[in-house]
């Protein structure tokens, strides 16, 4: 198995006729069955260390152009395999696995950032990145204005001169607020500034952020893209080398490498996504209508549903809508949150989504917040009817 050339086409996938489709991506990109034996299933290179044939060969260490592997920290062929394959699903140039979606958020965010820069950062965004910026970043003298708002105009006025960087989810976690990314990108790429989207909802299947004009997009594939709730990992995609060269160079600094199985589990979990998604969308859906037109229900805060704000916009941005979405009962007590969540049989009450099991948890409220006390649901692969009932028969 030799090094994947950096100069893979990373054409689109599936949006022209000339091109392979999501799926077929998914089970054939990047693949070298010759080899490895013929296998169908790509081998798990489960090493720390490679040989080199020669001291000469040795001596090309370090040189970007070398055939040799050296260390896993820095590459794997199961991890580059897995890179492959979503970059050219994510329509990037280049694509990182990390240990850890916070992995990979605090690669990207280090490796493009320096004291004294600023970065604006949409207010609902995943509680630990939040607290990454808040907690580790101002030490290092990045400064951090939050918005609440779902149109450009919010983010573009909490610029400032030394603005380096935007960071975005589309749908925001929590309460799914759907951002208008192509007028931001488009009025932030003149002025210079990076545009990072957190993924993870969408998942590749559904959005592409490189297509709306980001410049980076993240990815818990400890979510949907592993999707058995049986590996933590992350992913970074981009196009421009000189980000990448940075983000690399920080990868490999702070160490938060994908381990060579755990690349392997997501490459098998790719095989599936497509399935995957369209099984969550369908439940999800189901649900939150059933949800929307319950007497017990306050509201509901699902981007599929025609009640939702931001719906026009998520159907010209999203391919379709996945599981994970979040209702506010009328009896907004702690106790009618709790009666809810424990009188569920599918869904188990933890966090984390994105796999084959339901999932239900009360959402931690912001402090200070006067919102709705928030329920989120995540609709894993059961059948659509038996969850439907379970929500329902909770409700009673
Ligand atoms: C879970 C999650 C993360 C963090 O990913 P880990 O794999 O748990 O480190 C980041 N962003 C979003 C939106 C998430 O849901």
């Not at 694509?95 to 690669?107: K, N, P, V």
């Not at 799914?176 to 990314?181: N, S």
């Not at 009618?336 to 009450?349: C, G, Y």
């Given at each position: 198995m030799s090094k994947p050339a950096d100069t893979d086409d990373p054409g689109t996938?599936?949006?022209?006729?000339?091109?392979?489709?999501?799926?077929?991506?998914?089970?054939?990109?990047?693949?070298?069955?010759?080899?490895?034996?013929?296998?169908?299933?790509?081998?798990?290179?489960?090493?720390?260390?490679?040989?080199?044939?020669?001291?000469?060969?040795?001596?090309?260490?370090?040189?970007?152009?070398?055939?040799?592997?050296?260390?896993?920290?820095?590459?794997?062929?199961?991890t580059a395999l897995l890179e492959a394959k979503l970059a050219?699903?994510?329509?990037?140039?280049?694509?990182?696995?990390?240990?850890?979606?916070?992995?990979?958020?605090?690669?990207?965010?280090?490796?493009?950032?320096?004291?004294?820069?600023h970065v604006v950062c949409v207010a609902s965004c995943y509680a630990p990145t939040r607290w990454y910026l808040d907690e580790v970043l101002t030490r290092f003298g990045v400064g951090v204005t939050y918005v609440d708002s779902v149109d450009a105009e919010g983010f573009l006025a909490a610029l400032q001169p030394r603005t380096r960087l935007v960071y975005l989810e589309s749908p925001?976690?929590?309460?799914?607020?759907?951002?208008?990314?192509?007028?931001?990108?488009?009025?932030?790429?003149?002025?210079?500034?990076?545009?990072?989207?957190?993924?993870s909802w969408a998942s590749p299947c559904f959005q592409n952020p490189l297509e709306l004009g980001c410049d980076l997009v993240l990815h818990s594939a400890t979510k949907y893209i592993g999707g058995h709730s049986d590996v933590v990992a992350g992913i970074v995609v981009g196009r421009d080398r000189e980000i990448e060269r940075r983000v690399r160079r920080q990868a490999e600094l702070a160490g938060a490498c994908l381990d060579p199985f755990a690349a392997w589990l997501l490459v098998r979990g790719l095989r599936t996504l497509a399935l995957r998604m369209a099984q969550h969308q369908t439940s999800g859906l189901a649900v939150a209508r059933m949800l929307a037109g319950h007497p017990g229900v306050l509201a509901v805060h699902h981007p599929g549903l025609d009640s939702h704000a931001g719906h026009e916009l998520a159907r010209r941005q999203l391919r379709?809508?996945?599981?994970?979405?979040?209702?506010?009962?009328?009896?907004?007590?702690?106790?009618?949150?709790?009666?809810?969540?424990?009188?569920?049989?599918?869904?188990?009450?933890?966090?984390?989504?994105?796999?084959?099991?339901?999932?239900?948890?009360?959402?931690?409220?912001?402090?200070?917040?006067?919102?709705?006390?928030?329920?989120?649901?995540?609709?894993?692969?059961?059948?659509?009817?038996?969850?439907?009932?379970?929500v329902r028969e909770a409700l009673l």
């Open positions: 996938a599936g949006s022209r006729p000339d091109e392979p489709g999501f799926e077929t991506l998914c089970t054939h990109f990047g693949e070298d069955r010759a080899a490895s034996f013929g296998a169908a299933a790509p081998p798990i290179v489960q090493t720390s260390t490679f040989v080199y044939p020669t001291a000469e060969a040795f001596g090309q260490r370090g040189d970007p152009d070398t055939p040799f592997w050296d260390y896993t920290r820095v590459g794997n062929p199961t050219r699903l994510e329509r990037g140039e280049w694509a990182l696995a990390f240990a850890s979606g916070m992995g990979a958020i605090t690669a990207a965010l280090q490796g493009c950032l320096a004291s004294g820069d925001t976690s929590g309460v799914f607020h759907v951002l208008d990314v192509p007028a931001l990108t488009a009025a932030l790429a003149p002025r210079g500034v990076l545009t990072v989207l957190d993924n379709g809508y996945a599981g994970l979405f979040s209702f506010a009962l009328v009896d907004q007590s702690p106790e009618a949150a709790r009666r809810f969540l424990n009188r569920l049989r599918l869904f188990s009450i933890g966090v984390s989504w994105g796999g084959h099991e339901s999932l239900a948890i009360e959402m931690p409220r912001p402090a200070g917040s006067d919102g709705a006390r928030l329920i989120r649901l995540h609709c894993g692969l059961e059948t659509t009817s038996d969850l439907v009932a379970d």
